[in-house]
C-alpha cells in the first residue's frame, strides 16, 4: 500500500486548530506603477528600440491541463544588430516546456542546463556575434527570453510553449494568460521599461474539449471576444486584432503564425495605432452544468507495457461540506506602505462595506503596517455604527507610504486573537516583503508557533506567490489567485463557500493493487468546498486498484472509496512526464525555502528540471544553432520530446473527446458536486470586503456568433 499524507514533512512541524487567517494579497496598483509583458528597453534609451511586430497565442485546455503556445515575431527597424528581451509574467504553475527560434527560416528548439550554465554559454555565442536564445525565470516575477542577434532590418520570430495543471473550483473554470506585471521589484523597474505594443498582427485563440457538460464561456475584460460552441463537448474562444483597427475574427485573417511567411509583413503604416497592448491579463471562465455528480478522473501515460508509467488523478468530491454559522472575532492587518497608494482609499472603503454586514455578536480590530506595524484598535470592539464610524474616520485621516514589513503586521495581527473564540484574520498586502524580516523560515517559525490556517488571497501578477502559497499549504489553509481581469463577483463566490464551509483535513490518499510511487498532490493543504483533489505520480503494471480517499471533518473521520483500472498501456499524455516534475519540484522547492535544507535539494531539483526540459528558478533554456549543439556535444533530448508531444497533440485532436471518468461502477460520492447553484452564494464577509475592495466588473460574455 502506498499513501500520500497531506503536507508531508512540512505539516509535521505542527497541528492545527481551527483558527482562520484570511489575507486578501492585493497588488500595488499606484498609477504609473503597473507594468505589462513586452519588450524590454533601458531607461536612458542608449540603445534603439526593438518592436514586437506580431504576437499569436493558441492554448488547448483538455485531459487535465493547458498547453500555451506563444509565438512572437520582434522586428529590428535600426541599422545595427540588436538583442531583443521580452518579459512576461510567470503563469500560475506553469512549466515552460519549449523555447524555440527560427534561424536562417529553421525552427531550432532549446535545451535546458543548469541556469549558470546556460547564461554562461548564451553569453559566449552572443560576444562571438552567433546567433542564440536564452530563456530564463526569475525566482517567481517573471519569465525573461534573450534572442541575439535581430539583424538590422530583420525580424527573428520565436516561440514559448508551457504546460499548467487546469481544475475547475465549484463547478467554475477558468484560465489566464498573464500580461501585467505587477510592478513590485522596484530595482529592476529603474533600469527597465516596457514596450507593450503590437504593431502589426495580435491573436489569441483557446480550444477547449471537455466530456463534462458546460453551460457558458465568459471573457470579462474582453467582451469582443468571439466565443464558439463547436460540439457539445467542444468550444472555440478567439480574439484578434490588426494594426490601426479594433480586435476581429481569427477566421478574416488571411495567415496563421505556424507559417514562417507571416514573418514577412510589411511595417504598419506611420502613425497607426499599434495591434494590441499586452497590458490587461486575458482570463477565461466555463461554468459546468448544475447537478453533475462526484467523480474520479484519471489520465495516464505509459509507452511500454512492461514499464514506468505516470498518472494524472482528479478527484472531484461531493457536496459534502456542511455550512459554518457560528459567530467571529475578525482581525484586519491593513497594509499602509507606499505600494498601496492607488488603493488604499477602495481599502477604506472596502472594509467599511464588509463591517456593515458582519452578523450581531461579531467583533473586530484594525492592526496597520508599513515600515512598522501598529494597532489602530487596541481591543476587540463590537460591530456597531458608532465602533465602525469611529475607525473609519482614524483610517480616512492617515496615508500609505514606507516599505512593506510584512512580517510585522503579520505578528502583530496574530499576537491581537484570543484563543477562546472562532477568528478569522485578513491581510491585504501584495506579499513582497521588503522590510524587517523577509525570509521565508521565519515566516514558517512564525505561523507554527502560533497554530494557525492561512487563507491567501494572492491579487495580481509578480506577487509573492511562492511565499503565500507556500505559508497557505504549511498551515493547512488555501491560496487562490486573482486578475485585475478577473470576473470578482464569480472569483467572490469561490472564496465565499470556502469561508463558510466545513473543509477536509489531515487527507491521506492510499493506492493499492498496483504498484505506485513519487505521488505528489494538490492543494498540499486541507481541501475546501468546491476544491478538486489532484494526485500525480508513477504506477507499474495494470488492472484493477482500490483507491481510499481519508480525512477529517470536524475531528470526524470520513472515508471514501472506489475501485478502478490502471492501464496497460497509453501514449496519448506524454505531457504528464513534464507535469509530474514540475509538481515535484515545487514540492521540493517549498523543503527548500521552508526547511533550509542543503544543496543536495537544490541538486534534486536541478536534475529533475534538466532530465524533464523544464525552466525553473535553477534551469534555463538555452537555443544554439544546430551546428553549436553537434559541435559541443549537446544531446538533443528536449528536442526528442517534443517531437513526441507533438506526434500525441496530432493524434488527440484527430479523435472524439474522451470521457476520463473511472469510478462510474463505484462512484466515489453519492452526493452532487459543488456548485454555486447547491448551497455556495452565501456572501461572507471576506467576499464582502474582497469585493468592495477591487470594485465589481461586470460579469461581461464575449461575442457568441448567431447558431453557434
Same mark, same amino acid.
Given at each position: 500500500?502506498?499513501?500520500?499524507?497531506?503536507?508531508?514533512?512540512?505539516?509535521?512541524?505542527?497541528?492545527?486548530?481551527?483558527?482562520?487567517?484570511?489575507?486578501?494579497?492585493?497588488?500595488?496598483?499606484?498609477?504609473?506603477?503597473?507594468?505589462?509583458?513586452?519588450?524590454?528597453?533601458?531607461?536612458?534609451?542608449?540603445?534603439?528600440?526593438?518592436?514586437?511586430?506580431?504576437?499569436?497565442?493558441?492554448?488547448?485546455?483538455?485531459?487535465?491541463?493547458?498547453?500555451?503556445?506563444?509565438?512572437?515575431?520582434?522586428?529590428?527597424?535600426?541599422?545595427?544588430?540588436?538583442?531583443?528581451?521580452?518579459?512576461?509574467?510567470?503563469?500560475?504553475?506553469?512549466?515552460?516546456?519549449?523555447?524555440?527560434?527560427?534561424?536562417?527560416?529553421?525552427?531550432?528548439?532549446?535545451?535546458?542546463?543548469?541556469?549558470?550554465?546556460?547564461?554562461?554559454?548564451?553569453?559566449?555565442?552572443?560576444?562571438?556575434?552567433?546567433?542564440?536564445?536564452?530563456?530564463?525565470?526569475?525566482?517567481?516575477?517573471?519569465?525573461?527570453?534573450?534572442?541575439?542577434?535581430?539583424?538590422?532590418?530583420?525580424?527573428?520570430?520565436?516561440?514559448?510553449?508551457?504546460?499548467?495543471?487546469?481544475?475547475?473550483?465549484?463547478?467554475?473554470?477558468?484560465?489566464?494568460?498573464?500580461?501585467?506585471?505587477?510592478?513590485?521589484?522596484?530595482?529592476?523597474?529603474?533600469?527597465?521599461?516596457?514596450?507593450?505594443?503590437?504593431?502589426?498582427?495580435?491573436?489569441?485563440?483557446?480550444?477547449?474539449?471537455?466530456?463534462?457538460?458546460?453551460?457558458?464561456?465568459?471573457?470579462?475584460?474582453?467582451?469582443?471576444?468571439?466565443?464558439?460552441?463547436?460540439?457539445?463537448?467542444?468550444?472555440?474562444?478567439?480574439?484578434?486584432?490588426?494594426?490601426?483597427?479594433?480586435?476581429?475574427?481569427?477566421?478574416?485573417?488571411?495567415?496563421?503564425?505556424?507559417?514562417?511567411?507571416?514573418?514577412?509583413?510589411?511595417?504598419?503604416?506611420?502613425?497607426?495605432?499599434?495591434?494590441?497592448?499586452?497590458?490587461?491579463?486575458?482570463?477565461?471562465?466555463?461554468?459546468?452544468?448544475?447537478?453533475?455528480?462526484?467523480?474520479?478522473?484519471?489520465?495516464?501515460?505509459?509507452?511500454?507495457?512492461?514499464?514506468?508509467?505516470?498518472? %494524472?488523478?482528479? #478527484? +472531484?468530491? =461531493?457536496?459534502?461540506?456542511?455550512?459554518?454559522? $457560528?459567530? !467571529? &472575532?475578525?482581525?484586519?492587518? *491593513?497594509?499602509?506602505?507606499?505600494?498601496?497608494?492607488?488603493?488604499?482609499?477602495?481599502?477604506?472603503?472596502?472594509?467599511?462595506?464588509?463591517?456593515?454586514?458582519?452578523?450581531?455578536?461579531?467583533?473586530?480590530?484594525?492592526?496597520?503596517?508599513?515600515?512598522?506595524?501598529?494597532?489602530?484598535?487596541?481591543?476587540?470592539?463590537?460591530?456597531?455604527?458608532?465602533?465602525?464610524?469611529?475607525?473609519?474616520?482614524?483610517?480616512?485621516?492617515?496615508?500609505?507610504?514606507?516599505?512593506?514589513?510584512?512580517?510585522?503586521?503579520?505578528?502583530?495581527?496574530?499576537?491581537?486573537?484570543?484563543?477562546?473564540?472562532?477568528?478569522? %484574520?485578513?491581510? #491585504? +498586502?501584495? =506579499?513582497?516583503?521588503?522590510?524587517?524580516?523577509? $525570509?521565508? !523560515? &521565519?515566516?514558517?517559525?512564525? *505561523?507554527?508557533?502560533?497554530?494557525?490556517?492561512?487563507?491567501?488571497?494572492?491579487?495580481?501578477?509578480?506577487?509573492?506567490?511562492?511565499?503565500?502559497?507556500?505559508?497557505?499549504?504549511?498551515?493547512?489553509?488555501?491560496?487562490?489567485?486573482?486578475?485585475?481581469?478577473?470576473?470578482?463577483?464569480?472569483?467572490?463566490?469561490?472564496?465565499?463557500?470556502?469561508?463558510?464551509?466545513?473543509?477536509?483535513?489531515?487527507?491521506?490518499?492510499?493506492?493499492?493493487?498496483?504498484?505506485?510511487?513519487?505521488?505528489?498532490?494538490?492543494?498540499?493543504?486541507?481541501?475546501?468546498?468546491?476544491?478538486?483533489?489532484?494526485?500525480?505520480?508513477?504506477?507499474?503494471?495494470?488492472?484493477?486498484?482500490?483507491?481510499?480517499?481519508?480525512?477529517?471533518?470536524?475531528?470526524?473521520?470520513?472515508?471514501?472509496?472506489?475501485?478502478?483500472?490502471?492501464?496497460?498501456?497509453?501514449?496519448?499524455?506524454?505531457?504528464?512526464?513534464?507535469?509530474?516534475?514540475?509538481?515535484?519540484?515545487?514540492?521540493?522547492?517549498?523543503?527548500?525555502?521552508?526547511?533550509?535544507?542543503?544543496?543536495?535539494?537544490?541538486?534534486?531539483?536541478?536534475?529533475?528540471?534538466?532530465?524533464?526540459?523544464?525552466?525553473?528558478?535553477?534551469?534555463?533554456?538555452?537555443?544554439?544553432?544546430?551546428?553549436?549543439?553537434?559541435?559541443?556535444?549537446?544531446?538533443?533530448?528536449?528536442?526528442?520530446?517534443?517531437?513526441?508531444?507533438?506526434?500525441?497533440?496530432?493524434?488527440?485532436?484527430?479523435?472524439?473527446?474522451?470521457?476520463?471518468?473511472?469510478?462510474?461502477?463505484?462512484?466515489?460520492?453519492?452526493?452532487?458536486?459543488?456548485?454555486?447553484?447547491?448551497?455556495?452564494?452565501?456572501?461572507?464577509?471576506?467576499?464582502?470586503?474582497?469585493?468592495?475592495?477591487?470594485?465589481?466588473?461586470?460579469?461581461?460574455?464575449?461575442?457568441?456568433?448567431?447558431?453557434?
Amino acid at each position: 500500500m502506498k499513501s500520500l499524507k497531506s503536507l508531508q514533512s512540512l505539516q509535521s512541524l505542527k497541528s492545527l486548530k481551527p483558527l482562520l487567517i484570511v489575507p486578501l494579497a492585493l497588488l500595488a496598483l499606484a498609477s504609473g506603477s503597473a507594468q505589462a509583458a513586452g519588450l524590454l528597453q533601458p531607461v536612458d534609451r542608449s540603445v534603439p528600440a526593438l518592436e514586437i511586430r506580431e504576437h499569436h497565442v493558441r492554448v488547448v485546455v483538455e485531459d487535465g491541463y493547458a498547453i500555451t503556445r506563444v509565438d512572437q515575431v520582434f522586428a529590428n527597424p535600426n541599422d545595427l544588430d540588436l538583442e531583443a528581451i521580452y518579459s512576461f509574467p510567470v503563469p500560475e504553475r506553469a512549466a515552460v516546456s519549449e523555447f524555440t527560434v527560427w534561424i536562417d527560416g529553421q525552427p531550432v528548439s532549446g535545451e535546458v542546463f543548469e541556469k549558470e550554465r546556460a547564461r554562461e554559454l548564451y553569453e559566449e555565442e552572443r560576444q562571438a556575434g552567433r546567433d542564440a536564445g536564452l530563456a530564463e525565470q526569475d525566482d517567481y516575477r517573471t519569465f525573461d527570453i534573450a534572442v541575439q542577434p535581430v539583424r538590422a532590418k530583420q525580424d527573428v520570430r520565436v516561440r514559448l510553449a508551457y504546460l499548467q495543471p487546469v481544475t475547475v473550483d465549484t463547478s467554475i473554470g477558468r484560465y489566464v494568460y498573464p500580461l501585467e506585471d505587477g510592478g513590485v521589484d522596484e530595482e529592476r523597474l529603474s533600469f527597465w521599461s516596457y514596450d507593450e505594443a503590437v504593431r502589426e498582427r495580435f491573436s489569441f485563440e483557446m480550444a477547449f474539449r471537455s466530456s463534462w457538460p458546460i453551460d457558458t464561456f465568459r471573457l470579462p475584460g474582453h467582451p469582443q471576444a468571439v466565443i464558439e460552441q463547436l460540439s457539445d463537448q467542444e468550444w472555440r474562444v478567439s480574439l484578434a486584432a490588426d494594426a490601426g483597427s479594433a480586435a476581429t475574427d481569427p477566421a478574416a485573417t488571411d495567415s496563421t503564425p505556424d507559417d514562417p511567411e507571416t514573418t514577412k509583413q510589411a511595417p504598419a503604416p506611420g502613425g497607426q495605432a499599434p495591434a494590441f497592448r499586452l497590458d490587461q491579463d486575458i482570463v477565461v471562465y466555463w461554468r459546468q452544468a448544475d447537478g453533475l455528480p462526484a467523480a474520479v478522473e484519471l489520465v495516464a501515460h505509459k509507452p511500454d507495457p512492461a514499464g514506468q508509467g505516470t498518472f %494524472l488523478m482528479t #478527484v +472531484t468530491p =461531493g457536496n459534502d461540506l456542511a455550512p459554518i454559522v $457560528e459567530g !467571529r &472575532d475578525w482581525v484586519f492587518v *491593513l497594509d499602509l506602505s507606499g505600494s498601496m497608494a492607488g488603493k488604499y482609499h477602495s481599502l477604506v472603503e472596502g472594509l467599511r462595506r464588509g463591517l456593515d454586514r458582519l452578523p450581531p455578536g461579531d467583533r473586530f480590530r484594525v492592526v496597520l503596517f508599513n515600515d512598522r506595524a501598529w494597532a489602530l484598535t487596541s481591543a476587540f470592539l463590537p460591530v456597531d455604527a458608532a465602533n465602525v464610524e469611529r475607525v473609519m474616520r482614524r483610517l480616512g485621516e492617515t496615508a500609505p507610504d514606507n516599505g512593506t514589513n510584512l512580517y510585522a503586521g503579520l505578528s502583530l495581527g496574530l499576537d491581537s486573537l484570543e484563543s477562546d473564540r472562532s477568528s478569522a %484574520l485578513i491581510l #491585504v +498586502t501584495d =506579499g513582497v516583503a521588503n522590510v524587517g524580516v523577509t $525570509e521565508k !523560515r &521565519d515566516f514558517r517559525d512564525l *505561523l507554527t508557533s502560533h497554530d494557525v490556517r492561512l487563507f491567501t488571497f494572492i491579487m495580481g501578477n509578480s506577487a509573492n506567490r511562492p511565499l503565500l502559497q507556500g505559508m497557505a499549504d504549511l498551515s493547512g489553509g488555501f491560496a487562490m489567485n486573482l486578475s485585475n481581469g478577473d470576473d470578482m463577483a464569480g472569483k467572490i463566490l469561490e472564496a465565499s463557500s470556502r469561508l463558510t464551509h466545513e473543509s477536509l483535513h489531515d487527507i491521506v490518499v492510499e493506492i493499492d493493487g498496483v504498484k505506485v510511487r513519487d505521488m505528489t498532490r494538490s492543494p498540499a493543504g486541507s481541501l475546501y468546498r468546491g476544491q478538486q483533489l489532484m494526485v500525480m505520480g508513477h504506477y507499474w503494471g495494470d488492472g484493477p486498484a482500490d483507491v481510499t480517499v481519508r480525512g477529517k471533518i470536524s475531528g470526524e473521520p470520513r472515508v471514501w472509496r472506489t475501485r478502478f483500472d490502471f492501464p496497460h498501456s497509453a501514449t496519448l499524455n506524454p505531457e504528464l512526464e513534464r507535469l509530474w516534475a514540475f509538481a515535484a519540484i515545487d514540492e521540493l522547492q517549498q523543503s527548500l525555502d521552508y526547511l533550509g535544507e542543503g544543496p543536495d535539494l537544490r541538486q534534486a531539483i536541478v536534475d529533475l528540471a534538466v532530465d524533464h526540459g523544464l525552466v525553473t528558478p535553477h534551469t534555463s533554456m538555452l537555443v544554439l544553432t544546430e551546428e553549436r549543439f553537434t559541435e559541443l556535444g549537446i544531446e538533443r533530448n528536449n528536442r526528442d520530446r517534443l517531437a513526441q508531444e507533438a506526434i500525441a497533440a496530432q493524434a488527440r485532436a484527430a479523435q472524439a473527446v474522451r470521457s476520463h471518468r473511472v469510478d462510474g461502477q463505484q462512484p466515489i460520492s453519492s452526493r452532487p458536486r459543488a456548485s454555486h447553484g447547491n448551497g455556495g452564494g452565501n456572501m461572507g464577509l471576506g467576499a464582502l470586503l474582497l469585493l468592495a475592495l477591487l470594485g465589481y466588473r461586470a460579469f461581461a460574455g464575449g461575442r457568441v456568433p448567431r447558431g453557434a
